[in-house]
């Protein structure tokens, strides 16, 4: 059994909202998720800001269960000011406060499949449109 210290999770970031809707694809997204790889490894959501659970209080829960590893997966479209900087300031002092070693992954915006599914929708739409 490895260390406790090696124990990884994955959180997956998102932006944040005060709007109850907002967030509601997020937590399904999340739910969905946990359901297709079950136990086999340990998936969070986490806000940036304006809304529960921030990244802080998920790094402090996950340090406290023993996870030395976390990796941060956002929900993004791009990188912009926020992961560029915010993100990674705010990364490297909870990686200092909980001892735990954490790693930006790039924004799931970038990913090739992510860019096909919206240019599949968009075209879609753009067909509806002609044949309507």
Same mark, same amino acid.
């Given at each position: 059994?490895?260390?406790?210290?090696?124990?990884?999770?994955?959180? !997956?970031?998102?932006? @944040?909202?005060?709007?109850?809707?907002?967030?509601?694809?997020?937590?399904?997204?999340?739910?969905?998720?946990?359901?297709?790889? @079950?136990?086999?490894?340990?998936?969070?959501?986490?806000?940036? #800001? !304006?809304?529960?659970?921030?990244?802080?209080?998920?790094?402090?829960?996950?340090?406290?269960?023993?996870? @030395?590893?976390?990796? *941060?997966?956002?929900?993004?479209?791009?990188?912009?000011?926020?992961?560029?900087?915010? *993100?990674?300031?705010?990364?490297?002092?909870?990686?200092? #406060?909980?001892? *735990?070693?954490?790693?930006?992954?790039?924004?799931? @915006?970038?990913?090739?499949?992510?860019?096909?599914?919206?240019?599949? *929708?968009?075209?879609?739409?753009?067909?509806?449109?002609?044949?309507?």
């Amino acid at each position: 059994m490895p260390s406790p210290n090696l124990r990884q999770a994955t959180v !997956l970031l998102a932006h @944040g909202s005060s709007d109850a809707n907002w967030l509601k694809p997020f937590e399904q997204l999340t739910s969905s998720i946990r359901q297709s790889v @079950g136990a086999t490894a340990r998936i969070e959501l986490a806000y940036m #800001e !304006l809304a529960e659970p921030s990244l802080e209080s998920v790094t402090a829960q996950l340090s406290d269960e023993g996870y @030395g590893v976390i990796e *941060v997966l956002p929900l993004f479209f791009a990188a912009g000011r926020h992961l560029r900087k915010d *993100v990674p300031m705010q990364l490297d002092a909870l990686s200092k #406060e909980h001892m *735990v070693r954490m790693t930006l992954k790039q924004p799931v @915006g970038l990913e090739p499949e992510v860019a096909g599914a919206i240019s599949n *929708v968009v075209l879609r739409s753009l067909q509806e449109n002609s044949e309507g």
